[in-house]
């Protein structure tokens, strides 16, 4: 995983580097968290700034800086889960977690990418898949905390009981509740290179117009859910089952054709991202399941994209 848990052994060292080289597992932390790159940045910031808030008597009393650190974002980010539901409530449309790129393939398209991007310190692995975020944002922010530090980032439930403010037993109740509920609302998915290929065929039959195929390549139960913030415009938000998703999509084709279609790694799965005028302005998350795709995430929200955007060159 990103992490390891901290030890009680730790040499003591608060020096600049030694703190500023625990941001990405930070930002990593606190993404799986709250879903959003923009929150986790906040987040990371703030913790930096109560950790130089404190006398360098204090910083250097402190044993472990990273287990600080650790429990300090932590902290922050219950908080914010915990009001993160009424700010949904006046969130225009359905909320998404952010998508990431992959940041050795988005680096080819983005040559002026900087290398310090949040983007580039996010590690894509099975918890940071978009199927995965969706699902937690199912649990509640007791469970959402202390599934990922216990099963993502290997915490025990001692430390875990310091920041969520209950007992090591009723976070590991906490934690097996999470992982029950993912378990039971998660279908298996397939492997990343076999998704590759019902993501390619999809793709293909969408630029073709094969309303026929496209159809095909849906399950019977497909589900897709567009996050536009209010902010650009957009048809049905949620669409469900293969013929609406279908002609939904060759619509899209038929009012803008000069789209252009890019198969790109999204959270860590196959996926596809919809440039116009070289900008990209949507990014689909997939999930399949056997031959068919199952569902069906999209990005339209500009703000949630800008981790996508070219840059002019100089």
Same mark, same amino acid.
């Given at each position: 995983?990103?992490?390891?848990? /901290?030890?009680?052994?730790?040499?003591?060292?608060?020096?600049?580097?030694?703190?500023?080289?625990?941001?990405?597992?930070?930002?990593?932390?606190?993404?799986?968290?709250?879903?959003?790159?923009?929150?986790?940045?906040? $987040? +990371?910031?703030?913790?930096? +700034?109560? *950790?130089?808030?404190?006398?360098?008597?204090?910083?250097?009393?402190?044993?472990?800086?990273?287990? *600080?650190?650790?429990?300090?974002?932590?902290?922050?980010?219950?908080?914010?889960?915990?009001?993160?539901?009424?700010?949904?409530?006046? %969130? $225009?449309?359905?909320?998404?977690?952010? /998508?990431?790129?992959?940041?050795?393939?988005?680096?080819?398209?983005?040559?002026?990418?900087?290398?310090?991007?949040?983007?580039?310190?996010?590690?894509?692995?099975?918890?940071?898949?978009?199927?995965?975020?969706?699902?937690?944002?199912?649990?509640?922010?007791?469970?959402?905390?202390?599934?990922?530090?216990?099963?993502?980032?290997? %915490?025990?439930? #001692?430390?875990?009981?310091?920041?969520?403010?209950?007992?090591?037993?009723?976070?590991?109740?906490?934690?097996?509740?999470?992982?029950?509920?993912?378990?039971?609302?998660?279908? /298996?998915?397939?492997?990343?290179?076999?998704?590759?290929? $019902? +993501?390619?065929?999809?793709?293909?039959?969408?630029?073709?117009?094969?309303?026929?195929?496209?159809?095909?390549?849906?399950?019977?139960?497909?589900?897709?859910?567009?996050?536009?913030?209010?902010?650009?415009?957009?048809?049905?938000?949620?669409?469900?089952? /293969?013929?609406?998703?279908?002609?939904?999509?060759?619509?899209?084709?038929?009012?803008?054709?000069?789209?252009?279609?890019?198969?790109?790694?999204?959270?860590?799965?196959?996926?596809?991202?919809?440039?116009?005028?070289?900008?990209?302005?949507?990014?689909?998350?997939?999930?399949?399941?056997?031959?068919?795709?199952?569902?069906?995430?999209?990005?339209? #929200?500009?703000?949630?994209?800008?981790? *996508?955007?070219?840059?002019?060159?100089?």
């Amino acid at each position: 995983m990103s992490s390891r848990p /901290p030890k009680d052994d730790d040499p003591l060292d608060p020096s600049l580097d030694a703190i500023m080289n625990e941001r990405r597992r930070l930002i990593n932390l606190a993404y799986r968290l709250l879903g959003s790159l923009a929150d986790a940045e906040d $987040v +990371v910031q703030e913790t930096y +700034v109560r *950790w130089y808030a404190m006398s360098r008597t204090r910083q250097q009393a402190i044993v472990s800086p990273g287990a *600080w650190l650790t429990k300090a974002a932590s902290r922050i980010c219950l908080d914010l889960l915990g009001s993160a539901r009424m700010r949904r409530e006046s %969130y $225009v449309g359905a909320w998404i977690p952010e /998508p990431v790129p992959d940041r050795t393939e988005w680096a080819a398209a983005r040559p002026t990418h900087p290398a310090t991007d949040p983007a580039d310190r996010i590690t894509l692995d099975e918890s940071v898949s978009m199927a995965f975020l969706v699902v937690l944002e199912s649990l509640t922010p007791a469970e959402r905390v202390a599934f990922i530090l216990h099963d993502v980032f290997r %915490y025990p439930f #001692n430390d875990i009981a310091d920041i969520v403010g209950r007992t090591p037993a009723s976070c590991r109740q906490l934690a097996a509740s999470a992982r029950r509920r993912i378990r039971d609302t998660r279908a /298996p998915g397939r492997p990343s290179r076999h998704q590759a290929d $019902v +993501v390619r065929n999809f793709k293909q039959a969408w630029e073709a117009k094969d309303i026929t195929a496209l159809i095909g390549f849906l399950d019977p139960s497909a589900v897709s859910v567009a996050d536009t913030g209010g902010l650009v415009e957009a048809g049905a938000r949620s669409i469900a089952g /293969p013929e609406p998703i279908a002609y939904g999509l060759i619509d899209l084709l038929g009012r803008m054709p000069d789209l252009t279609i890019l198969e790109r790694m999204v959270n860590g799965r196959p996926g596809l991202v919809i440039e116009h005028d070289g900008a990209v302005v949507t990014v689909l998350a997939m999930e399949a399941t056997g031959d068919r795709i199952t569902h069906m995430w999209v990005m339209r #929200n500009p703000e949630k994209l800008r981790e *996508w955007r070219r840059e002019p060159q100089e």
